[in-house]
């Protein structure tokens, strides 16, 4: 190692222990820093590790955390960005507590966001690089999905030694011929029909489907041309229960259970569970490490507010807004929601996907009361009125502190909240200003 590598470490470290002792941490900045002292930090570090990157759309955060939870009970050195920073820095901070022991089999298990990805896959050379899914997100920075799913060919083409992990029920997944060795996860239990049709990403016409989940995935098959599902390497085989609270179904051919809710979660365990089994652990281990998995905060997070049980659930583009919107509608007793919509960078500047949301489904709610807020919130209005919510029990509010103090007087136990990805930042910063996390 470099000695400008071992400087910046040293460097990072120290920022890191005085941002965690003054503001309670949570800055990039370590990261930066490190990266300013030696560009070369990343590639320097990481090849004392077997690399697994984690891509995609939607659940790198909660599928980096779970793999995370799998792998400590195996092994015991591990690095990974688990608070969901997946830019360069982020990637950079995570190694800032590297230890360099020479005696024992090292991990860095990284979210990497899809941007991102090309920057940093060949320092980190990674030995496995899993691709969740892939749906429209921020459209003004990424365009559609096939350009991003270019970003993800033009990584796995610069390391054709690194494995891909697919998820073999995304079509998209499928369209292109890769140096790289493949495998691919899935769910091969039906779910529910499509509602609308699909088309073939290869010809153009219309793809059918033996089984299928939700969002073009399922054991699709083109009758027009040889386009199929991959035959899968690990699968869920049955989906046992999914609740509120939890998530219970078989992978293969033990029973496992996920302490979050819904079809989307049982994905992310899919991905982990592959990946461990790459590497040969056992069963117990991975039940016992997804049992333990707290939640991710702004991920179905659980929050006492003056009382109120609050669920807060961070949406930043219509398919992940929409397995949130089925988690809500599930939910029986009388609630207050609180729908906070910001159009910064880091949301996407461009809105519109909210026009997909389908609010038309919590219409039979029991929703007494709807509060909005945000940097957009007449966008949150005008879609929930849209959608058919009575005008008059939607407020909008120009601060989210005033929200929050107003919650305290909520005439529901139940308070579900969703969020676009800075305005759930604000929002939980509010909870914290008033030490209610």
């Not at 860095?108 to 899993?130: F, Q, R, S, W």
């Not at 033990?254 to 461990?276: D, M």
Request: aromatic residues 8%; hydrophobic residues 35%.
């Amino acid at each position: 190692m470099s000695i400008r590598t071992t400087f910046a470490l040293l460097t990072g470290r120290i920022t890191k222990r005085l941002l965690t002792t003054f503001t309670g941490g949570g800055s990039s900045l370590p990261g930066k820093i490190a990266l300013k002292i030696s560009p070369n930090i990343i590639k320097d570090i990481s090849q004392h590790y077997d690399v697994i990157i984690i891509t995609g759309t939607n659940g790198k955060t909660l599928t980096t955390r779970l793999i995370t939870n799998i792998f400590k009970k195996k092994y015991n050195t591990i690095v990974s960005n688990i608070q969901g920073s997946n830019m360069v820095q982020g990637i950079a901070g995570a190694f800032i507590e590297h230890k360099n022991r020479t005696d024992e089999k090292k991990f860095a298990i990284l979210e990497v966001d899809e941007g991102t990805l090309n920057k940093v896959v060949e320092d980190l050379n990674p030995k496995y690089i899993i691709h969740t899914n892939l749906f429209l997100d921020q459209a003004d920075r990424y365009g559609d999905v096939t350009k991003t799913y270019e970003l993800l060919v033009n990584a796995a083409k610069k390391v054709p030694d690194a494995i891909l992990l697919q998820n073999g029920d995304l079509p998209l997944f499928n369209t292109v011929e890769l140096p790289n060795e493949r495998k691919f996860f899935g769910v091969d239990t039906p779910v529910h029909p499509p509602k609308s049709q699909h088309h073939c990403p290869k010809c153009g016409g219309t793809l059918s489907y033996k089984t299928y989940t939700y969002s073009r995935q399922g054991n699709y098959y083109c009758k027009s041309g040889n386009f199929k599902r991959p035959i899968l390497d690990y699968k869920v085989t049955d989906i046992i229960k999914l609740s509120e609270e939890s998530s219970t179904f078989r992978m293969d051919d033990a029973t496992f259970k996920i302490p979050v809710a819904g079809l989307y979660n049982i994905y992310n365990a899919l991905a982990a569970y592959s990946v461990a089994k790459e590497y040969d652990i056992n069963n117990e281990d991975i039940k016992s490490a997804l049992l333990e998995t707290e939640r991710v905060f702004g991920r179905q997070e659980r929050i006492n507010i003056y009382g109120h049980t609050a669920t807060l659930n961070v949406v930043k583009n219509p398919v992940g807004l929409n397995q949130v919107l089925t988690l809500i509608e599930a939910v029986e007793e009388p609630m207050t929601l609180v729908a906070l919509l910001n159009n910064r960078p880091a949301d996407g500047v461009d809105v519109s996907w909210l026009r997909d949301g389908n609010f038309e489904s919590l219409l039979s709610q029991n929703i007494t009361t709807i509060k909005t807020g945000g940097i957009s919130k007449e966008v949150m209005t005008e879609r929930l009125v849209e959608a058919g919510f009575n005008p008059h029990i939607i407020k909008e509010y120009d601060n989210l502190e005033k929200i929050v103090e107003d919650l305290k007087h909520a005439s529901t136990d139940n308070i579900q909240i969703i969020a676009s990805y800075t305005a759930m930042l604000e929002f939980r910063k509010v909870l914290k200003d008033k030490k209610i996390i």
